[in-house]
């Protein structure tokens, strides 16, 4: 005779795969890191593209501009699944650059981030104006959709943790994601510093990557 509770196991399979999550989704980091003297990121032109396999997705990269890089990680979010941008763009990176993530240890930012989005606020009173205020925050920071070219640069990118110091270079691209019934998904990555919103974010073909120590 089985006298084991359902709801007992259901709660422990419940727990380890909170356990699960939190060994290999919690990085740390550290929130109130600075960096002075990171430039605005560098775009030019750039044509061609590449084919890659992702789970029943055949994936299309057009390049639209090479892209570099410095700047410092205010937020970080893993992502999990069978879906095209999960298995293609493990992690979204929240940067900033230029006076924000020189006064990200003098003003309390809070960043955030969700969705495949991310956010930030501050409490009531806190002086943006070194930071140029609002805009100054949106044309400075960035939540990047980080497509690693390889192995290497995906190991990279997914040890990446809030208040590191990355550089990185590849391509603002746009992609399809097609399967082999015909239907597809689409992709495309600002190509602009200075919009918000929807279809704001960087979607970034990451060709080399580092973190500076």
């Excluded at 497509?147 to 590191?164: E, F, L, N, W």
Aim: hydrophobic share 40%; with cysteine.
């Amino acid at each position: 005779m089985n006298n084991s509770n359902p709801y007992i196991k259901i709660i422990a399979v419940i727990l380890i795969a909170a356990a699960v999550l939190f060994i290999f989704g919690n990085k740390g980091g550290k929130d109130d890191v600075s960096v002075a003297g990171l430039p605005d990121p560098i775009q030019t032109a750039a044509t061609g593209g590449t084919e890659f396999e992702a789970g029943d997705y055949s994936i299309k990269v057009t390049y639209k501009y090479a892209y570099e890089l410095d700047a410092l990680a205010i937020s970080t979010k893993d992502y999990f699944g069978s879906a095209m941008n999960d298995l293609i763009a493990p992690v979204d990176v929240a940067f900033a650059w230029g006076k924000v993530a020189e006064y990200n240890d003098r003003i309390d930012f809070h960043w955030r981030q969700s969705g495949r989005w991310y956010y930030w606020s501050v409490d009531g009173g806190e002086d943006l104006s070194p930071v140029g205020g609002v805009d100054g925050i949106n044309q400075h920071s960035a939540n990047c959709h980080l497509i690693p070219a390889d192995d290497t640069v995906r190991k990279t990118v997914k040890s990446i943790k809030t208040g590191d110091h990355v550089k990185l270079s590849g391509y603002l691209i746009d992609l399809k994601g097609e399967k082999a019934d015909g239907s597809y998904r689409t992709w495309n990555s600002s190509v602009s510093r200075n919009d918000t919103g929807d279809g704001a974010c960087e979607v970034i073909y990451v060709t080399k990557i580092s973190i500076v120590k």
